[in-house]
């Protein structure tokens, strides 16, 4: 079992920053790909960035150029720093961490952190 535990969340004003971060308790982001997804109130949980093993990184449309996703892994945390934010980035963010072929499938959550974009 892999237990994530997700921090760095809370309030920040429009155009503010905030840096989350995900730490694993074994160190499997040399082969996972970590992720962060987010939810907000009365939506379903949408897909926010990933970096693969090999250090690809992916992201929604709405934070392109805004955020970025980064992985340490002599620390095994992977990371979200959040630029510019808007009151639209306001939700629970949750790590993920997730490995597939065709014999296994892994997937592991985070409890969740809570930003909140608002003046």
């Known amino acids: 079992q892999v237990q994530l535990g997700d921090s760095g969340g809370g309030w920040v004003q429009p155009g503010g920053s905030l840096r989350l971060s995900c730490a694993a308790s074994?160190?499997?982001?040399?082969?996972?790909?970590g992720g962060w997804y987010r939810q907000a109130p009365g939506k379903e949980r949408e897909f926010v960035a990933t970096?693969?093993?090999?250090?690809?990184?992916n992201y929604a449309d709405s934070v392109k150029g805004r955020f970025t996703i980064s992985r340490d892994n002599a620390n095994n945390t992977v990371y979200l720093q959040m630029n510019t934010l808007k009151p639209e980035d306001t939700a629970v963010y949750y790590c993920?961490?997730?490995?597939?072929?065709?014999?296994?499938?892994?997937?592991?959550w985070g409890q969740g952190t809570q930003v909140t974009v608002s003046s």
């Open positions: 074994r160190s499997i982001f040399r082969i996972y790909t």
């Open positions: 993920n961490a997730q490995y597939n072929n065709r014999l296994v499938n892994y997937d592991y």
């Open positions: 970096i693969s093993s090999g250090g690809s990184t």
